[in-house]
């Protein structure tokens, strides 16, 4: 959801009453609700989430885990937000309804490293000639989109089916899996989703603590300062 769409949205909330309307907090319910429609739980959600008062668009993207990191450094990027290794793989299953774009492939799939020039290998092979048959090489048009689960839209394990098959659409995501820290904890969500359900809902909630900053009169920008 973009910023020129929330904003009108903010207003509509300020419109019902509501002494105090944070974006984040807004956003949050949007997450909620778009869950609860693919057929997942419901939680709490943690309101008071302030917004930034340093609003840089490169900012924003330095701050996302790359979908080509290794386990290590996803470890590392969560942690830096306050997250554990545990929430960051429950939250990565909000993965499941995404798409990703063939310019993000081209590395795994034809060029993935000096030592292998060819795709990655935590990739399987009969996925990876998929993937290269709707991405060719040199394909860079931002057009053409994947799911990022090939079993189902809906927010359920086949998230973590699909790690498990080696079908994951980004090495981000596969390493959760291939990786020795993380891989007993794909397991136990697969083979039970009602303990899942509830871990995501308390990750969910860690996320939306922080209590530095403002709240925005308008999204886009941060609050004027009049001397």
């Known amino acids: 959801m973009g910023l020129r769409s929330s904003t009108p949205l903010?207003?509509?909330w300020k419109r019902l009453s509501l002494k105090l309307c944070l974006m984040p907090t807004?956003?949050?319910y949007i997450a909620l609700d778009?869950?609860?429609a693919l057929n997942g739980s419901s939680w709490k959600v943690q309101c008071g989430r302030k917004d930034g008062l340093v609003s840089i668009a490169d900012n924003s993207e330095a701050c996302l885990p790359s979908h080509n990191l290794g386990l290590d450094d996803l470890v590392a990027n969560f942690e830096a937000k306050g997250l554990t290794r545990e929430q960051m793989v429950v939250l990565s299953r909000a993965h499941q309804s995404g798409v990703g774009h063939c310019p993000n492939l081209i590395r795994r799939l034809y060029t993935w490293s000096q030592e292998n020039p060819t795709s990655d290998p935590l990739l399987a092979a009969?996925?990876?000639a998929?993937?290269?048959a709707s991405c060719p090489q040199f394909t860079f048009n931002e057009s053409i989109f994947l799911r990022m689960d090939v079993i189902t839209q809906f927010f359920d394990e086949n998230y973590y089916t699909t790690l498990k098959q080696c079908k994951g659409l980004f090495h981000s995501d596969q390493v959760l899996y291939s990786?020795?820290?993380t891989r007993p904890l794909v397991e136990f969500l697969t083979a039970n989703n009602a303990n899942f359900q509830a871990e995501f809902g308390w990750a969910m909630r860690a996320v939306?603590?922080?209590?530095e900053g403002q709240i925005r009169n308008v999204c886009s920008k941060v609050n004027e300062v009049y001397y």
């Open 126 to 128: 009969d996925y990876a």
């Open 208 to 211: 939306g603590i922080k209590t």
């Open 26 to 28: 807004i956003v949050q």
């Open 130 to 132: 998929e993937l290269k």
């Open 34 to 36: 778009s869950v609860v």
């Open 179 to 181: 990786g020795q820290r």
């Open 10 to 12: 903010k207003t509509k």
